[in-house]
């Protein structure tokens, strides 16, 4: 079956640090890859995609490439603030059935201090 | 405001309770989700509702029983529901289910089984 895997949380780093939230998946098929992300209280929203090999999502300064090779789509960013404080969600897409199922990782929590 | 409500933000039953989700979607979505999401396990699926119909039931005990009356609403009714099914249940929504990236999430509702 299809699947993603996240590092465990939670991720706590200084204000203007360098972030790097590892994720991989197994899929049987060629997935489109997300990554979501829950601020405290709310829903997910979807922050980045990217829908085939070596394309680069970008968002709010966050960067993630789809690496087919090594089957991951990590999220990075240059220099974290503390409105980045959230749940960080990594998910991949594939057709089941005539509509797109999303399988979702456990999250990462990113807590960044001031 | 994502233009999906839940209500109510928090509940606590008993076992042996009958209570009911809502989840509601200002948005002109024709696609609406439930979701369980449970601590350091990845979010799950349980049940996607297309044009009032539903189209994945993504084998959730019977103790669950989703109602979709119309675009606009969805109900997850709960009834003998056992201590591990405590947990954050979001509501989505989405345009059509051919693109996962378009869901929009509740906020979700904070469950307590005693």
């Known amino acids: 079956g299809n699947s993603v895997t996240q590092m465990e949380g939670p991720v706590t780093l200084s204000e203007e640090a360098f972030l790097t939230i590892n994720c991989t998946y197994t899929a049987t098929g060629y997935p489109s890859l997300f990554w979501y992300v829950q601020y405290p209280g709310e829903g997910l929203q979807l922050l980045l995609k990217a829908t085939k090999a070596d394309d680069k999502g970008s968002n709010k300064g966050f960067e993630a490439t789809y690496r087919k090779e090594t089957t991951s789509f990590h999220l990075e960013k240059g220099s974290v603030q503390v409105s980045d404080s959230a749940v960080y969600f990594c998910a991949l897409s594939l057709d089941s059935g005539g509509y797109q199922k999303v399988t979702f990782g456990t999250g990462t929590k990113l807590q960044v201090i001031p | 405001e994502t233009g999906v409500t839940q209500t109510p933000r928090h509940l606590v039953m008993g076992m042996t309770n009958k209570k009911s989700l809502k989840c509601e979607q200002h948005?002109?979505?024709?696609?609406m989700y439930w979701y369980k999401q449970s601590a350091k396990k990845p979010l799950e699926l349980m049940f996607v509702y297309n044009f009032k119909e539903q189209t994945e039931n993504n084998s959730v005990p019977s103790r669950f029983s989703p109602e979709c009356p119309n675009s606009s609403h969805l109900f997850l009714h709960l009834h003998t529901l056992q201590p591990e099914d405590s947990a954050l249940y979001l509501c989505?929504?989405?345009?059509?289910?051919?693109?996962?990236?378009?869901?929009?999430f509740g906020p979700g509702t904070r469950l307590l089984v005693l």
């Open positions: 989505a929504s989405s345009p059509r289910t051919s693109l996962p990236e378009t869901q929009y």
């Open positions: 948005l002109g979505h024709n696609a």
